[in-house]
């Protein structure tokens, strides 16, 4: 299958979404959670409560390194557990009050970091970011 880009286009746009996510990721509250906990912690707030095991699996992360995630998420209040209530030696994990204010204050923190790059763009490079969401959004939706 031919892209309509170029190869170097191709690699032009690899790289700089690249370079875009690794800020983003990079801008948080401060060095609190790494990138990898931070993602457990908005699954959890996303799909929870879960069990650990199902966790790592959505994760792509080993259950003993999910165990170690989970316990620090744990012990900075962002995470609770409560015990499986059709399996005794589960337990699931649910965000607390704590957890779900960092997540929205880490995303408030990357819009406005965002919004600050978007703001010294030419106002004909704007238009052209506003065309392209919806095709980057779609992106995001394929296999």
Request: aromatic share 2%; charged share 20%.
């Amino acid at each position: 299958m031919n892209s309509p880009l170029s190869p170097d286009e191709v690699a032009m746009l690899r790289s700089s979404l690249m370079v875009l996510a690794r800020r983003l990721r990079n801008t948080t509250l401060g060095n609190e959670l790494s990138a990898t906990a931070f993602s457990v912690l908005v699954r959890v707030n996303r799909d929870g409560p879960i069990a650990p095991g199902q966790l790592a699996k959505a994760e792509h992360v080993q259950p003993p390194s999910m165990t170690r995630i989970v316990e620090a998420l744990e012990a900075g209040g962002y995470l609770s557990r409560a015990p499986h209530p059709n399996d005794g030696r589960q337990t699931l994990m649910s965000a607390t009050d704590a957890g779900v204010a960092y997540i929205e204050a880490t995303r408030e923190q990357r819009n406005s970091w965002l919004v600050r790059h978007i703001d010294q763009l030419a106002p004909d490079e704007q238009a052209a970011l506003r065309s392209v969401v919806p095709v980057l959004q779609r992106m995001t939706e394929l296999p």
